[in-house]
T-cell receptor, first 116, second 114 residues
Framework: SAVISQKPSRDICQRGTSLTIQCQVDSQVTMMFWYRQQPGQSLTLIATANQGSEATYESGFVIDKFPISRPNLTFSTLTVSNLSPEDSSIYLC?????????????FGPGTRLTVT | AQSVTQPDIHITVSEGASLELRCNYSYGATPYLFWYVQSPGQGLQLLLKYFSGDTLVQGIKGFEAEFKRSQSSFNLRKPSVHWSDAAEYFCAVGAMDSNYQLIWGAGTKLIIKP
C-alpha cells in the first residue's frame, strides 16, 4: 500500500491567515482526496484532486476557501484560507490507485489545525 | 442516495471479551465495503475490505467482517479485544454511481474496560 506523509502534523494559526498542507505519496497515484474531520465527527470530503485537472469540490466547499494544487502524481497541497475558529479540524489526504483496488483509499496521518 | 449507518456512537467492552460493531448501508447493488480504524491522534488505517466472493473477510489485527446481503450489513467482529484496540472505527461504502468516492459512517468509538 502507498505510504503517505503530511506536513505540518499540527499547527496553531491566527484568525484571518492561511495554512497550506502538503501531502506526499511514495508512489504515483491517480486519485487524491482531501477530507476534513471536525472534532468528534466523521470524515467529510472536501475535494478530489486528479493530476493535470482542476480539483472537483463537494457541496459546501469552494475553491476560494480551499485552493488545491496537484502538480504531479505524488504530491498535492490544500490551502485553508481566511481562517476562522470554525476551520479548526483535522485535515486528511488520501490516495486511491484506480486499478483493481478501486475505491480502496490510504490515508496520511492528518494535519491538526487550531485557529485562535 | 447511498448511506451508511453505524448505529452505535460508542461501545464499551471488557478486555478479552468479544466485539461486534454494526454497519448497515443503503445501496441498490452490492457495494464495495470497508472498515477503517483511527487510533487517537492518528490517520485512518484500512482494517479490511469486501469486493466480492467469500462473504466472511479477514483483516489485520485479528478482525473479521461478514457481508450479509439480505440485511445490507457489514458488521465487524473480533473474538477477544485488547486494550490497544481502543479507537474510532469507521465503516465506508464505495458505490459505482458515487464517482468512486467513499461514503462514510459516523463512526463508533470503542472503549476498553480493564
Amino acid at each position: 500500500s502507498a505510504v503517505i506523509s503530511q506536513k505540518p502534523s499540527r499547527d496553531i494559526c491566527q484568525r484571518g491567515t492561511s495554512l497550506t498542507i502538503q501531502c506526499q505519496v511514495d508512489s504515483q497515484v491517480t486519485m487524491m482526496f482531501w477530507y476534513r474531520q471536525q472534532p468528534g465527527q466523521s470524515l467529510t470530503l472536501i475535494a478530489t484532486a486528479n493530476q493535470g485537472s482542476e480539483a472537483t469540490y463537494e457541496s459546501g466547499f469552494v475553491i476560494d476557501k480551499f485552493p488545491i494544487s496537484r502538480p504531479n502524481l505524488t504530491f498535492s497541497t490544500l490551502t485553508v484560507s481566511n481562517l476562522s475558529p470554525e476551520d479548526s479540524s483535522i485535515y486528511l489526504c488520501s490516495v486511491e490507485d484506480r486499478g483493481y483496488r478501486a475505491y480502496e483509499q490510504y490515508f496520511g496521518p492528518g494535519t491538526r489545525l487550531t485557529v485562535t | 442516495a447511498q448511506s451508511v449507518t453505524q448505529p452505535d456512537i460508542h461501545i464499551t467492552v471488557s478486555e478479552g471479551a468479544s466485539l461486534e460493531l454494526r454497519c448497515n448501508y443503503s445501496y441498490g447493488a452490492t457495494p464495495y465495503l470497508f472498515w477503517y480504524v483511527q487510533s487517537p491522534g492518528q490517520g485512518l488505517q484500512l482494517l479490511l475490505k469486501y469486493f466480492s466472493g467469500d462473504t466472511l473477510v479477514q483483516g489485520i489485527k485479528g478482525f473479521e467482517a461478514e457481508f450479509k446481503r439480505s440485511q445490507s450489513s457489514f458488521n465487524l467482529r473480533k473474538p477477544s479485544v485488547h486494550w490497544s484496540d481502543a479507537a474510532e472505527y469507521f465503516c465506508a461504502v464505495g458505490a459505482m454511481d458515487s464517482n468512486y468516492q467513499l461514503i462514510w459512517g459516523a463512526g463508533t468509538k470503542l472503549i476498553i474496560k480493564p
